[in-house]
């Protein structure tokens, strides 16, 4: 098949301008990775018919993005579940390599950087409890580099100690952002159970938690910070999402594409922000094309393209836990195999051809049809997706039905062998023809 293109004068910024502003309204506050300075300077330039301008916007943003670290610094006293939490947030078992150590005792009286395995420039910095250093607070602060983060976690057990307060008294000062994390939830729950089975109320424990932390607060004069309850070992409960959504917000918005990456996959919530921020860059990637000089519309796919859609499907499996390292130890874990595990996911899938007389461009193709019958054509509201972009889309959307599935792996993989195929195999169809048609 021939290959259409546009030129700069065929291409109407006002058209893309709505399509930009337009496609952004799909996202939550938390979830959006342009700011609305950029926003409106992209709008801008495309209205105004400055399309290279509007290019070299999108080029500086996506770098930005792709470029951005993060810096967080944890800190709480002995006995914390400080390395707990560091662990959950890097998604490591406490014995594996890379873990932060938890120790019998506070040892150290400097900080320590874990970086995530997979995202490179996500760091946590492990801050001994000030209550452990001879420091002051504005000495500690200045010791322990307190320019360098993005924010402060303060991790506290049972009550928020003196030092925590003094160390978010300073924090405060010096305009930076922090949180109060409450740990070990899950065991104050045990525990109140196992003593007072008769008058426990799971609810009014976590508010007298709660509660507790806000009025030692209240004591020294810090009002209005939110108190979250965690359980390290099980983070899809009590109030991690809301502290993700709270961390999201107050970020800047070229740095929550990163942050939201690197979150364990551990509720559907995380899934959907992991799908929308990556979402959002391909989207760029399209708009940037479209206001460039000469775009392709419709065609083969070059052999450039068939290699960046490998690239880009491998990067999906990663971000979302569905590469074979982390499904070889997902099936271990369920002990089942991990043929028998990838038998019933897609994305693995994608890029195996079956038939002897059919490439992979021409499988690729098939993929198109499919997605773009379901979402309206080659044409996206006044902007024309390459190929390549509707199938990153593609992929994108049958990863994260994925991801979703290994959610509820143990409740799926604990029924017979036929009733479990079947099921599975029914769920993916369902949640990808979902997927599907929310996309554009």
């Known amino acids: 098949m021939g290959q259409s293109t546009s030129t700069t004068s065929d291409i109407d910024g006002g058209s893309l301008a709505l ?27 495309l209205e105004e018919g400055d399309l290279q301008s509007a290019v070299s916007t999108i080029n500086k943003l996506l770098r930005d993005i792709d470029s951005a670290s993060l810096n967080i610094a944890v800190t709480g006293e ?20 890379g873990a932060a150590e938890t120790r019998p005792e506070e040892t150290t009286v400097v900080r320590t950087p874990y970086k995530h395995k997979k995202f490179p420039n996500v760091t ?53 952002n922090f949180y109060f994390v409450r740990t070990k939830v899950d065991s104050d729950i045990y525990h109140l159970k196992v003593s007072k089975p008769s008058t426990f109320n799971k609810d009014e424990l976590l508010q007298k938690l709660r509660d507790d932390c806000v009025t030692h607060l209240k004591n020294v004069n810090i009002r209005d910070v939110p108190i979250f309850l965690v359980s390290c070992f099980e983070l899809s409960s009590y109030d991690f999402q809301s502290l993700e959504t709270t961390l999201l917000r107050e970020l800047p ?77 997902v099936a271990k874990d369920l002990h089942v195999s991990v043929e028998k595990l990838k038998a019933n ?39 024309y997706f390459r190929k390549i972009f509707y199938l990153q889309n593609y992929f994108l959307d049958t990863v994260v039905s994925d991801a979703k599935l290994l959610l509820k792996k143990e409740e799926i993989f604990k029924d017979s062998e036929g009733s479990e195929q079947a099921y599975l195999h029914q769920h993916v169809k369902d949640e990808n023809g979902k997927s599907e048609a929310r996309s554009s």
């Not at 693995?348 to 993929?367: C, I, M, Q, W, Y």
């Open 345 to 383: 996911l897609m994305s693995p899938h994608l890029l195996s051809v079956e038939k002897d007389d059919e490439s992979l461009g021409d499988k690729l193709l098939r993929h198109l049809e499919k997605f773009s019958s379901t979402t309206g054509g080659l044409i996206a509201t006044g902007l």
């Open 124 to 176: 946590l910095w492990d801050l001994p409890g000030m209550g452990t250093t001879e420091f002051h607070a504005r000495k500690y602060l200045r010791e322990m580099k307190f320019g360098e983060y993005d924010f402060f976690i303060i991790v506290s057990a049972k009550r928020v100690k003196h030092s925590d307060v003094q160390l978010a008294t300073e924090i405060k000062k010096m305009k930076k």
């Open 253 to 329: 918005a070229h740095k929550r594409h990163i942050f939201t990456q690197f979150l364990p996959n551990v509720t559907e919530a995380a899934i959907d922000r992991k799908r929308d921020t990556l979402k959002q860059k391909v989207w760029l990637e399209a708009l940037k094309a479209g206001a460039s000089a000469t775009i392709p519309l419709v065609g083969f796919l070059s052999e450039n393209d068939v290699e960046t859609l490998k690239e880009t499907l491998t990067l999906y499996r990663s971000y979302f836990g569905l590469d074979d390292a982390s499904l070889e130890t």
């Open 19 to 45: 399509s930009f502003d337009k496609f952004l309204k799909n996202f939550k506050l938390e979830s959006t990775i342009v700011s609305q300075d950029t926003v409106r300077k992209i709008q801008s330039h």
């Open 78 to 97: 002995f006995d914390s579940g400080k390395s707990s939490f560091i662990n959950a947030l890097l998604g490591v078992g406490q014995e594996e390599e």
